[in-house]
Nanobody, 115 residues
Framework: QVQLVESGGGLVQPGGSLRLSCAAS????????MGWYRQAPGKQRDLVAI???????NYADSVKGRFSISRDNAKNTVYLQMNGLKFEDTAVYYC?????????WGQGTQVTVSS
C-alpha cells in the first residue's frame, strides 16, 4: 500500500496562486506517471496535469499556461503550482500515482477560488 497525502489547498482570490504538494509513503521513482486530478461538485473527476517518469508533462487545456506540475523523486513528492486562479478552478484536487501494477489516490485537498 502507498499513502498519498495532499496539502496546500485553501481559499484564494481570483488571480491568486497556490502550490499543492503530494507526498508519497513509497518511492515515486518507479511510477509510470504521477498526476493531479480535480472534481467539482456534481461533476466527474478530470485530469489536470500529469508528469511521466521521464519528466514529460501534459495539461488540461483549461490550465495550460497557468499550472505547472513537477516532481522531486528524492522527496517522493509531486507539486502543482497554480497561478492565475479562476472561479472555475474551484474543486477538490486529488493526487494519483501510477505504478506498474498498482494505482493509488490521495484523499484530496479543497481549492476554493472566491472573492
Amino acid at each position: 500500500q502507498v499513502q498519498l497525502v495532499e496539502s496546500g489547498g485553501g481559499l484564494v482570490q481570483p488571480g491568486g496562486s497556490l502550490r499543492l504538494s503530494c507526498a508519497a509513503s513509497r518511492s515515486i521513482f518507479s511510477t509510470n506517471a504521477m498526476g493531479w486530478y480535480r472534481q467539482a461538485p456534481g461533476k466527474q473527476r478530470d485530469l489536470v496535469a500529469i508528469i511521466t517518469r521521464g519528466g514529460t508533462t501534459n495539461y488540461a487545456d483549461s490550465v495550460k499556461g497557468r499550472f505547472s506540475i513537477s516532481r522531486d523523486n528524492a522527496k517522493n513528492t509531486v507539486y502543482l503550482q497554480m497561478n492565475g486562479l479562476k472561479f472555475e478552478d474551484t474543486a477538490v484536487y486529488y493526487c494519483k500515482a501510477d505504478y506498474q501494477y498498482e494505482v493509488y489516490w490521495g484523499q484530496g485537498t479543497q481549492v476554493t477560488v472566491s472573492s
